[in-house]
């Protein structure tokens, strides 16, 4: 019996984000993170216009099949607004549902314990 059999042809995937507030810009802000939470793999693309009108960098490499995408205002505010956003790297044609593996809360956790001493406001749904 294959893998695919066993999880009733479902593809499990990661999902989250998480929205906050900074004085941080997106460059300096990407380095934090990537030292921070992601071992020290870079945000890169700010160049590459991932978003229309909206500045994004992006880790280059999937981390567990997932893209881990920094977007957010940049400048247009007294505080930048940012999504961390985490979603599949790429999906496969051949399964018939998809598992999302929201990981929201872990997130949250994790902003909460590592960034207690850095510029960030969480910004929670009903403050959107």
């Given at each position: 019996?294959?893998?695919?059999?066993?999880n009733?042809?479902?593809?499990?995937?990661?999902?989250?984000?998480?929205?906050?507030?900074?004085?941080?810009?997106?460059?300096?802000?990407?380095?934090?993170?990537?030292?921070?939470?992601?071992?020290g793999?870079?945000?890169?693309?700010?160049?590459?216009?991932?978003?229309?009108?909206?500045?994004?960098?992006?880790?280059?490499?999937?981390?567990?099949?997932?893209?881990?995408?920094?977007?957010?205002?940049?400048?247009?505010?007294?505080?930048?607004?940012?999504?961390?956003?985490?979603?599949?790297?790429?999906?496969?044609?051949?399964?018939?549902?998809?598992?999302?593996?929201?990981?929201?809360?872990?997130?949250?956790?994790?902003?909460?314990?590592?960034?207690?001493?850095?510029?960030?406001?969480?910004?929670?749904?009903e403050?959107?």
């Open positions: 019996m294959d893998l695919k059999q066993l009733n042809d479902k593809y499990s995937i990661l999902i989250g984000s998480i929205n906050f507030k900074s004085k941080i810009k997106i460059e300096e802000l990407g380095n934090i993170l990537s030292e921070e939470l992601f071992s793999l870079k945000f890169e693309g700010f160049n590459e216009s991932i978003y229309e009108e909206i500045p994004a960098v992006y880790i280059k490499k999937p981390i567990l099949n997932s893209k881990i995408i920094l977007s957010g205002t940049n400048g247009f505010d007294e505080d930048n607004w940012y999504q961390l956003l985490i979603e599949p790297w790429e999906l496969p044609n051949d399964y018939l549902t998809i598992k999302k593996n929201n990981i929201n809360n872990y997130l949250l956790d994790l902003f909460k314990k590592k960034f207690k001493n850095y510029d960030f406001k969480i910004i929670y749904d403050e959107q």
